[in-house]
């Protein structure tokens, strides 16, 4: 039913985006709406705005050469007004998340 009659259901806690003729065109909340595929008009992809948690394991040497594992655990979400950006501007955001928790451990004051 959902291709065919050119319906689309969105699930909780997702936002889908839709394009048309591949520019984007909106951000859909929640529910059931129309996405007539016959006059270009698709869903690029579904965006989830769960909590999500990522696990960061950084190895570091401390000032008296004694190796420590550290796991730093990054809590994070996508917000409904910013899911445009969250969708087409952020290639691997779990990556870019680590090299950000590596690159604020090497800013902290305890390595100056």
């Known amino acids: 039913m959902g291709q065919v009659c050119g319906l689309y259901q969105v699930d909780q806690s997702t936002v ?14 929640p ?4 996405v007539p595929w016959c006059c270009g008009v698709n869903v690029a992809g579904i965006l989830s705005l769960r909590i999500q948690q ?4 950084c190895e570091t ?5 004694v190796f420590v594992t550290v796991v730093a655990s990054v809590q994070y979400r996508a917000h409904i007004e910013t899911a445009e950006d969250a969708f087409y501007k952020l290639t691997n955001p779990r990556e870019q998340i680590k ?3 590596f690159h604020a451990k090497y800013s ?3 390595y100056k």
Do not use: I, M, W
């Not at 985006?17 to 984007?24: L, M, N, R, S, Y």
């Not at 529910?31 to 129309?34: E, F, L, N, R, V």
């Open 99 to 101: 090299s950000y928790v």
């Open 108 to 110: 902290s004051p305890c």
């Open 16 to 29: 889908a985006v839709k394009e048309k003729f591949g520019k984007f065109s909106t951000v859909l909340s």
């Open 61 to 65: 040497k401390r000032k008296d050469n």
């Open 31 to 34: 529910g059931c709406h129309c």
């Open 54 to 57: 990522l696990d960061v394991q």
